[in-house]
């Protein structure tokens, strides 16, 4: 089993900045995408960041020249930092890992962070 462990939300103004981080532990051969999704109150989630294993990005529009997002092959982790927030940032956000558990499985298993609130003020 996988456990995707996020921590780094909380309460800011408009303008500020957070840094989120997600650690994947378990059963890991290899960790592939991963990727950070959010959901506002009333709305579907939505993608907001990934990152594959090689380092290619990909950002949501919204978020573009704001959120960096990174990871640490080694300690099979990603961050997000958040720069420039505004008010419609509002969200839970979740991490997610798509996660090959050992050397030539046939299958890649995706799995979530339980989510952390990033609540910014105006």
């Known amino acids: 089993q996988v456990q995707l462990a996020e921590s780094g939300g909380g309460l800011v103004q408009a303008g500020g900045s957070l840094r989120l981080s997600c650690a994947a532990s378990g059963r890991i051969y290899r960790v592939n995408v991963m990727g950070w999704y959010r959901q506002a109150p009333g709305k579907q989630r939505e993608l907001v960041a990934s990152i594959i294993n090689g380092g290619n990005t990909n950002y949501a529009d919204s978020v573009k020249g704001r959120f960096t997002i990174s990871r640490d092959n080694a300690k099979n982790t990603v961050y997000l930092q958040m720069n420039s927030l505004k008010p419609e940032d509002t969200a839970v956000y979740y991490c997610?890992?798509?996660?090959?558990?050992?050397?030539?499985?046939?299958?890649?298993?995706?799995?979530w962070g339980q989510g952390t609130r990033v609540t910014v003020s105006s």
């Open positions: 997610n890992a798509e996660i090959f558990p050992y050397s030539g499985s046939p299958n890649l298993y995706k799995y």
